[in-house]
């Protein structure tokens, strides 16, 4: 492990054009920072970890309302600065990915004359699949393998098809904020879905948590992290799933029950969409890399 000026690496991945790092930040108090990278880089704070109270801006300030709030998902072109703000935050740990600057450029586009839309996307990448492939790669590099590099590469691979045709729909559509959930929200929601002593939600509690109709929910919730409530919550779950099975001996189908599955078929068939192997098997490759 070590250091950088914005906390501790624990594990570091070069395979190929990809680099990945795994940083984990301690609780701090509020600050200002600027960062300016050699490389272009996607910040991902994990699933079930809260939304993130940090605010900032790409280029110099023009007054405080040029801070927003970032996503869960945060991308920094290459020799472009932005601005950080921040009241503070608990004990976290972040992915950073980091792509060679020719090869993304040539690819998404992005690059230090990036438009205001494009740079709007950056802060906030709300795109489902992005996502989903961040959070799979969270999971991956949590997991000894033999073959852990060989999928690193593979999903650093699609992360970079999945922003190329996220910008390129950027560029066609515009980037727009009006109508989506606010950050009270959605750390509302991302509280809710970590709290494991309770049953898994409905859409209606969690509009009710957020002080908000149903429907509203469904299409602010899809506005603002670009994928449905449901999938969200989908993802979310798995991902405390795959930690379980690695962590614990819990048999596969009270972890199917806990999740809100009435069949362990049902539950193994969805896994298995989603990794690529059963639960049964993922458990097996777990306990043989550790």
Request: glycine share 8%; proline share 5%; with cysteine.
């Amino acid at each position: 492990m070590h250091k950088d000026q914005a906390g501790a690496i624990e594990q570091h991945f070069a395979v190929g054009d990809f680099r990945l790092d795994v940083l984990s930040q301690p609780d701090t108090g509020p600050f200002t920072r600027t960062h300016l990278v050699d490389y272009p880089s996607i910040a991902y704070l994990p699933t079930g970890q809260g939304e993130d109270p940090v605010r900032g801006c790409f280029g110099e300030p023009r007054s405080h309302r040029s801070f927003v709030p970032f996503g869960a998902a945060v991308l920094v072109p290459a020799n472009l600065a932005v601005h950080v703000q921040s009241t503070g935050y608990a004990e976290r740990r972040l992915l950073i990915c980091r792509f060679d600057p020719d090869i993304f450029e040539s690819l998404t586009g992005l690059g230090a004359n990036a438009s205001g839309d494009e740079l709007a996307a950056c802060i906030d990448v709300r795109d489902a699949a992005v996502l989903a492939t961040l959070e799979r790669l969270s999971i991956a590099v949590s997991r000894p393998s033999t073959a852990r590099e060989m999928l690193v590469r593979g999903l650093g691979m699609v992360l970079l098809a999945e922003l190329t045709r996220h910008f390129e729909l950027v560029r066609e559509r515009g980037f727009h904020r009006a109508g989506t959930l606010a950050p009270w929200q959605l750390k509302r929601i991302d509280q809710r879905l970590a709290d494991e002593s309770k049953p898994v939600p409905s859409v209606s509690e969690l509009a009710s948590l957020c002080g908000i109709g149903r429907r509203h929910l469904m299409r602010a919730f899809k506005a603002t992290r670009g994928s449905t409530v449901m999938e969200h919550v989908e993802r979310t779950l798995f991902a405390r799933a795959a930690r379980m099975l690695g962590e614990t001996t819990i048999p596969v189908k009270s972890l199917a029950v806990s999740l809100g599955y009435e069949r362990q078929g049902s539950f193994s068939a969805a896994f298995r969409r989603r990794f690529g192997e059963t639960p049964r098997d993922y458990r097996a490759r777990a306990s043989a890399g550790r």
